[in-house]
């Protein structure tokens, strides 16, 4: 069964460095999301990108984010200049369309 | 505001019991509903899901959930919980491009 997968499954950074985290989509899907969560609280949605554009971003999603599709098969998504807030579990999903969506296994990123 | 609510963040059952998880929503248009499971140390996994149709959905492993249009609800029932099912449950609608998420509710089930 296609599924969505991350790499890495855990980054440890320094504040004010620069990350980049990687999904590879299931490969037949056209929308991919963003999502996080901060341990102990809900999951967040971050942004969906369709078409090589951001179709919606939340509130979270300021200008220290970036996503891209570098290659038709990588979605990436950086953080700038990471704050320890940023410390969370990040899961990339796709979809076919505005249908079920498919999460990846996360990214666990810890700022220090 | 869109929203997303689960009634219950901690469940403690013993096996056999029957369970029901409580969900709202608020949002004006259409909505895709959905019902996920987190087990510890995993990632989410689709319990089953609601586009339309029968308001009555099955899932996976004996859940089910009921969509009533008029209470903006989509609880989530199993007649017998196992100790297996021990694991965070994440209400969620899409509405338009995202999903929002319930807070969880952590379910216990006592063997």
């Known amino acids: 069964e296609p599924e969505v997968t991350q790499t890495p499954s855990h980054q440890v950074t320094q504040m004010g460095q620069e990350v980049i985290l990687r999904c590879v989509p299931i490969?037949?899907?056209?929308?991919f999301y963003w999502y996080r969560q901060i341990l102990g609280q809900k999951v967040e949605f971050l942004v969906s990108f369709y078409n090589n554009e951001i179709s919606e971003k939340s509130e979270i999603f300021d200008d220290q984010f970036s996503v891209e599709r570098p290659d038709g098969s990588n979605f990436t998504l950086k953080i700038r200049s990471t704050k320890l807030e940023d410390s969370a579990m990040y899961f990339c999903?796709?979809?076919?369309?505005?249908?079920?969506?498919?999460f990846g296994p996360g990214t666990r990123l810890t700022v220090t | 505001a869109q929203s997303v609510s689960q009634h219950n963040h901690h469940v403690i059952l013993s096996e056999a019991a029957s369970l029901e998880l409580g969900c709202n929503y608020s949002?004006?248009?259409?909505?895709?509903l959905f019902w996920y499971v987190q087990y510890p140390g995993q990632h989410l996994q689709l319990l089953l899901k609601y586009f339309s149709g029968d308001p009555l959905v099955k899932g996976i492993k004996g859940f089910e959930a009921e969509f009533i249009k008029s209470k903006f609800s989509f609880n989530l029932r199993k007649p017998s919980v196992q100790w297996s099912d021990t694991a965070e449950y994440f209400c969620a609608a899409q509405m338009g491009f995202k999903t929002i998420f319930g807070a969880g509710t952590r379910l216990f089930v006592k063997a």
């Open positions: 999903a796709s979809s076919e369309g505005k249908t079920e969506q498919y």
């Open positions: 490969s037949n899907h056209l929308y």
């Open positions: 949002y004006g248009g259409t909505v895709n």
